[in-house]
T-cell receptor, first 115, second 112 residues
Framework: EAQVTQNPRYLITVTGKKLTVTCSQNMNHEYMSWYRQDPGLGLRQIYYSMNVEVTDKGDVPEGYKVSRKEKRNFPLILESPSPNQTSLYFC??????????????FGSGTRLTVV | AQSVAQPEDQVNVAEGNPLTVKCTYSVSGNPYLFWYVQYPNRGLQFLLKYITGDNLVKGSYGFEAEFNKSQTSFHLKKPSALVSDSALYFCAPRAAGNKLTFGGGTRVLVKP
């Protein structure tokens, strides 16, 4: 089944403790992206990657890092989480070029709470 | 820069009545427009898209959307709403470079 898999689904952590949220897709998509969803703000892009070893900042990159060493994986790293990073996070992937016409495929989300 | 507006935070409709969720956008060049739906505790699911051609686009679950270039709108519609249509709906124009920009979302509540 074609899908984007995020782990974990739920995570409670303490301020300052480094964490990684994993994202993997099995569709050979070039493009991958991370969004955070907050009430009233919709989805805001954190980082994106157009292909392996190519990453760039989205609209709200502060406090986050990403890497794209393999085409299928796009982990989101919080080096020193803070309470304002408590949010619902989504990973998404898509083809590029003509393939973007099919939109994004989203993961099921990771609900992160930083206390 | 592109932007999208969904003017209603919530839309309430009785089951069987028509449903409309409004969206206006601002993009440079030809717009590529998408609608996504999010059910509770789930990720976003693709509903429909406008790329080019007919202004009335049909999508999943009986939804359709009308592209209006002069009004820069892309309203989502369903002729007869179901209770199971209750969800959060997002309009998203696509920018150059593959990025989808999401509106704040509109919560739809369909009452029996």
């Amino acid at each position: 089944e074609a899908q984007v898999t995020q782990n974990p689904r739920y995570l409670i952590t303490v301020t300052g403790k480094k964490l990684t949220v994993t994202c993997s897709q099995n569709m050979n998509h070039e493009y991958m992206s991370w969004y955070r969803q907050d009430p009233g703000l919709g989805l805001r892009q954190i980082y994106y990657s157009m292909n392996v070893e190519v990453t760039d900042k989205g609209d709200v990159p502060e406090g986050y890092k990403v890497s794209r060493k393999e085409k299928r994986n796009f982990p989101l790293i919080l080096e020193s989480p803070s309470p304002n990073q408590t949010s619902l996070y989504f990973c998404a992937s898509s083809l590029v070029g003509q393939g973007i016409n099919y939109g994004y495929t989203f993961g099921s989300g990771t609900r992160l709470t930083v206390v | 820069a592109q932007s999208v507006a969904q003017p209603e935070d919530q839309v309430n409709v009785a089951e069987g009545n028509p449903l409309t969720v409004k969206c206006t956008y601002s993009v440079s060049g030809n717009p590529y427009l998408f609608w996504y739906v999010q059910y509770p505790n789930r990720g976003l699911q693709f509903l429909l898209k406008y790329i080019t051609g007919d202004n009335l686009v049909k999508g999943s679950y009986g939804f359709e959307a009308e592209f209006n270039k002069s009004q820069t709108s892309f309203h989502l519609k369903k002729p007869s709403a179901l209770v199971s249509d209750s969800a959060l709906y997002f309009c998203a124009p696509r920018a150059a470079g593959n990025k989808l920009t999401f509106g704040g979302g509109t919560r739809v509540l369909v009452k029996p």
